[in-house]
């Protein structure tokens, strides 16, 4: 059935880029509330778009869940004379269009909140849709490694306490990652990324994950991945930070993070902040699979645990030779990479993005406002 509708009916994109009227849930906010208040002249309903992925959830519980806290809004803002919230303005993404330029309507149509309801990707589209603007972004974690909604300690698996923080929670600036990627033969494209980019053997992973195991085992499915791409040779690069020297090093991979903390407690950044307009840079050089078995314990033991005492940071001290010469970290506003032969894979948040001869990896710095949870 079709939303109803106090005014305008809710509008989306489809896949040509028409605007077509958007099929809502049975009831309206209104309807659904029981109330009719009467407002003052100057309020105004503030307005909700919900970008959703079709094929990552359960949307009809996700619309459910989504007019059930938009009624509790409403009817607390009965009770203090507020507005509430009109009826949201659904936009299902599509093959063509990822989030961004539903967005990007979504923005021109007015709306006060925009909230991304998917995996890792829609979020990215979302956000980059929202750069720049004075719109927050909510975040319903739909996806398998959610990794910005945990890097913000929004809830995962429950679905009306993550609109509840979209509704109710604190606006937080925060950076938004831009990588500018050369491809063979010269051709260049920018994207955005929240939590991490990356060229080699992590981008190797993610193409070599199986995405029915993906399905069934969520995040696990990249241990597999990991392990086949443990393989994968080391490659030359130069890089280079602003003010610093061009340096050139053999890497399996090179990342840039805006945060750190990945599923399965892994802390691969544990100094990376989302707001302080600096990307954090992890160079991994293990030569052997004892170098690995070395990295592993870093993120999953150092970085998580002993980093968080003085006692635990001396150890590290006393330990740390061979760590400097698998795992070592930079930090700049940008960093250039240039592959030194060939190609190497890259990608943005977990999603593969090709292969590339190079890359300019820079944050722009709290160009993106979001909802995070408020203090208990």
Sequence with gaps: MRLPQASAVPQRLDQSGTVSSVVGVSESVASASGTTPEQPAAARPRRLAVVYNPIKGDTTALRAAVVAELVAERTSAVKTGGAGWSDPLWLETTVDDAGQGLTRHAVDEGVDLVIAAGGDGTVRAVAAGLRGSDIPLGIVPFGTGNLLARNLGIPLADLRASIRVALTGLDQPIDVGIAELTRDGGAASAHAFLVMAGIGIDAAMIANTNPQLKKRVGWLAYVDGGLRSLKSRKFQIHYQLPGHHRHSAHVNSILAGNCGL???????????????????????????????????????????????????RKIIRLTGSEKVRTLSYLRGASINVEVSEGVEPVELDGDGFGDVTGAHFWADARALIVRVPRPE
């Design 262 to 312: 990945l599923p399965g407690n892994i802390e691969l950044m544990p100094d990376a902040s989302l707001d302080d307009g600096e990307l954090d840079i992890a160079l991994l050089q293990p030569r052997t699979l004892f170098g690995w078995l070395w990295i592993w314990r870093t993120v999953t033991w150092e970085n998580r645990v002993l980093r968080r005492t003085a006692f635990g």
